[in-house]
């Protein structure tokens, strides 16, 4: 009997020392990432049958527990993935949000001035100062379109220096996640007992991983986990890691992609289907809003640049030429995909800033159709031959044939804003005057006035615009014209206040006319003093001229400002509110798996109060043996 | 629910640090006085403001452009003054020449008086603008508008073009006139037409300038507005019979008879100072077709015979060429026949009637200027008032209430606290401690 005793001591001897050592393992790792609590489980030891009954035979200790719950840690590391992906986001987001409305680096302080600057040539169309400072002003603003554009370029730049580091990390995450997977399946194949410490170092690989990219986790049989991503890809199977890699984009060869190493080679992945992480993140950004905010952008350059120039051209300059580009021309951008069989080179012209959207385009050749795709909305237009003119953009075929399924993309507003420029660098070239000025004969009898007279648009101008045109009345309402380039009609009816346009000029007459009467419209040779096309420059500050005529400058970038903020708070709120969900998810599985140092010190206890009870129980047994002993001598 | 150790230390510091950051956030607040520091803080105001300061900046520039036509239409303004005083004291020499009591060196000493005057009024038609432009030369600020090619003969080399600047978002004016619409537009004689002598005359006969009776008649398409008035004089000395026609010098018929003009006497019989009137008398007239051109003038004094008088539809005479002509008449002075003086009393008559023409014209172009700038006045005062809208809408978007930031700040300076003691408080239960 004191065999039992004795050995029911020793077992409770050893159970209370696995739990001081368990509690102690618990308190070493308090602080450790990923690690869950351990506890033993015991259990009463197979009890000795005897014709008295079944008597206990101490206690076993069965295993050590981690406090783990799959449910609970998929939650808190799907939270995490959404959590980091909208950080990422929210932070990418940011940098864009801090531009665009800043006083000294944001557009519209420069625009302010430079229309500024276009209204004091017109107070005072003959004065070199003003003109200077309106070059100047409009150097500052071509160089704040640049650096704007430059800003954007740097987050492009950094986005792609990012997705090779993150792509990077997560292989090396992939390698040893698959190699844990390895030890697991030694250790596995040689015990029965779950090897704790290698799953928590696992599942904190893969808890990390999913702050890069959203990868889903499928438990195996023999211990091991394969963990896919995107569409089904597979990152890790077993003891097996696949690489990433980025490359330049198929469409777009100036920013990079992220691709499956297959083989050797490079697969493109469909980059919408990299969800969740900051991988997710960045290529979302980069996807949804720095492509929309930087062609918005270029959409104000582009509009400004044309809408500007075409009455720039209308205008007569100091020395009475007619007035030449003030802006350089925009010129959208066309990449072939790289893997195109024909040989077509796309070109793409700006044909009417009005209809400009902040979209960038595709265009497919099907073999019989040409399919032209508006990115921002997946809109298709199908055009049997080209060229043909879509939102203000014209493609054309420049060379070559499309082969069938070529694909080209169209970007016409990237690169408007960072290829902003000047084209006037001598003052004396604004044209601040009208071309032609227009006269009544002193020795007219009638009342008849004529107005100063406006250039019709669009430019060029008509080439006889400059011409000498003489309007003679022959009766009180009929009169004859008379120059180069009118045809030289007779008897025209006179309706007062009607247009009369020639040569590309339109005036109109009010008043009565008597027979006799003369109306000239004449170069303005000389015409230093004349602001009239400086203030139809400046008015267009005001104009709705872009968007389909519903805004004009300011407000299509106040617009740009609206969505960036907008957005901005929109991902700062998801980002908020994907905060809460990672700290409840965080609490749960704290409140499952994390150590209270509390509860160790009452285990600690505990067990140490075992561990003496148990050598009590030993003394017990000794001092029966004892007993015994002195019985025989 | 348990609680791990890890929870308590961390949402202990997240708390703590949550709390520093919005501190941090509203600091930075006082410190600009900007309620939005980014956009995403109030996309809208954000957006809003952007358009309320090219507002803003638009309504200052129009302000400056006011500010600018107000000069330049007062430098005009201060131009066309010193016309009409020039005009004035012309008039009152030109009245003052006409006194019978003058001898012709008295007519001389006013001829070079006047011209001086005339000097000083073709310097201030070539008046510059304070930039380098020339005042009165339409487009054509670099050119001279007025030279001279020989006395009276001034030509002007400008334009009819208006300089034009925009004082509001909807409203530009004009901040100068031509030198044509000053000096040159001014129509002579009544300003509907103009009667004159002859050049031939040698009686003592004295035209007025005449009026319109009836506007609609004067201007009816058939009116040739061109007639001559031939007198014919017969009879003895002692008391001579003076009779006249009007001749269509267009249709050249006589109106009176309805034939070609032939010679004296005519049909009309002239008394001095009556009123020739350009409608039908029959009798005497015989002509069937009766005419009625609904202008008359009078004839003083007595006309020798074949005197004639003409009267035309006004034509445009610069004020130059009138003055030319009044210091010329008075250079030319007067001889003893009637002929001469009757002759000095014409040009005097047609000069004073120029200069009140020029001095018409050159108020209205005044009372044109005024009304220019009361109306840019409105435009400064209506700008000043947006401004200050302008800056009130601005400072609700976008500035601070101070009140409430600081009484937040002391509230988060609180939570501040609370949530540093509470860690130390709750990080210090300890049970290890107690063994």
Known sequence: MSDGIFSIGVSGLAAAQAGLVTTGHNIANASTDGYHRQTIHQSTAIPLATGSGFFGQGTQVDTVLRAYSGFVESQLVDAQSQAS?????????????????????????????????AQAVAADPSSIPSRQLMLSAGEALTSRFNALAARFDDIRDGIDSQLTTTVGEINSYAQQIAAINGRILSVQQNATQPPNDLLDQRDLLVSQLNGLVGATAVDQNDGTINLFIGNGQSLVVGQQSMKLAVAPSLNDPSQLDVGYVSAGAVVPLNQASLRGGSLGGLLAFRGNDLDAAQNALGRVAAGLAMTFNDQHQLGQDLSGALGGAFFAAPAPEVFGRSNNVGTAVVAAVISDASALTASDYRLTYTGANYTVTRLSDAATTTYASLPQTLDGVTLSLASGVAGVGDSFLIQPLRSAARNMDMRIEDPARIAAAAPVRTAASGANAGSGTINAGTVNAPPPPNANLQQLVTITFTSATTFDVS??????????????????????????????????????????????????????????????????????????????????????????????????????????????????????????????????????????????????????? | ??????????????????????????????????????????????????????????????????????????????????????????????????????????????????????????????????????????????????????????????????????????????????????????????????AAPGALNTGGGIISPGTVTNPASWNAPGNPKDFTIKFHVSGSVASPQTTYDIVDNVNNISLLTGAAPGAGPYLRAYTAGSTISLKTQAPPDTNATPFDYGAMVTVEGAPANGDTFSVKASVNRDVFSTMHDLITALQSGVTANAGSAAAYQNSLNASMLGLDNALENVLKVRADIGARLKEVDTEQSAGADLSLHYDGRLSELQELDYAKAISELTMQQTQLDAAQKSFLKVTSLNLFSLL
């Open chain 1, 85 to 117: 992906y909208y950080a990422t986001y929210h932070a990418q987001l940011s940098r864009i949000d801090n531009i665009v409305a800043n006083g000294s680096v944001g557009l519209s302080p420069a625009l302010q001035d430079f229309f500024s600057a």
């Open chain 1, 483 to 633: 120059g180069t380039g009118t045809g030289n009609p007779t008897g025209v009816a006179y309706t007062a206040g009607a247009n009369i346009s020639y040569n590309g000029w339109t005036v109109q007459l009010q008043g009565s006319a008597a027979t006799g009467d003369v109306f000239t419209i004449a170069p303005n040779s000389g015409g230093v003093a004349d602001g009239r096309n400086a203030l139809l420059l400046g008015g267009l500050q005001t104009q709705n001229t872009l968007a389909g005529g519903t805004t004009g400058y300011q407000g299509a970038y106040s617009q740009l400002v609206a969505e960036v903020g907008n957005k901005t708070r929109q991902i700062d709120i998801m980002s908020l509110a994907q905060k809460t969900v990672v700290d409840q998810a965080l609490q749960t599985q704290q409140s499952l798996s994390g150590v209270n140092l509390d509860e160790e010190a009452a285990n600690l206890l505990r067990y140490q109060q075992a561990y003496q009870a148990a050598g009590k129980m030993i003394q017990v047994a000794s001092s029966l043996f004892q007993t015994l002993l002195e019985l025989g001598r």
């Open chain 2, 1 to 194: 629910m348990r609680i791990s150790t890890a929870m308590i230390y961390g949402m202990g510091i997240e708390s703590v640090q949550q709390r520093q950051q919005d501190m941090l956030r509203l600091q930075q607040q006082l410190a600009t006085g900007q309620r939005i520091l980014v956009p995403s803080d109030d996309p809208v105001a954000s957006a809003t403001a952007l358009d309320l300061k090219q507002s803003q900046a638009l309504n200052s520039q129009y302000q400056l452009n006011g500010g600018n036509a107000i000069s330049q239409l007062t430098l005009e303004e201060g131009a066309l003054a010193t016309v009409t005083s020039v005009l004035q004291d012309v008039r009152t020499l030109a009245v003052y020449a006409g006194n019978a009591s003058l001898g012709n060196s008295d007519r001389a000493a006013l001829a070079v008086e006047l011209k001086s005057r005339y000097d000083e009024l073709l310097a201030v038609a070539n008046h510059g603008n304070g930039n380098g432009q020339y005042l009165f030369s339409g487009y054509q600020g670099a050119t001279q508008p007025f030279a001279q090619a020989s006395p009276g003969n001034v030509a002007y080399a400008g334009d009819d073009g208006q300089r034009m600047i925009q004082i509001g978002p909807s409203r530009t004016i004009p901040i100068n006139d031509s030198g044509n619409a000053v000096f040159l537009a001014i129509k002579n004689g009544n300003g509907v037409f103009a």
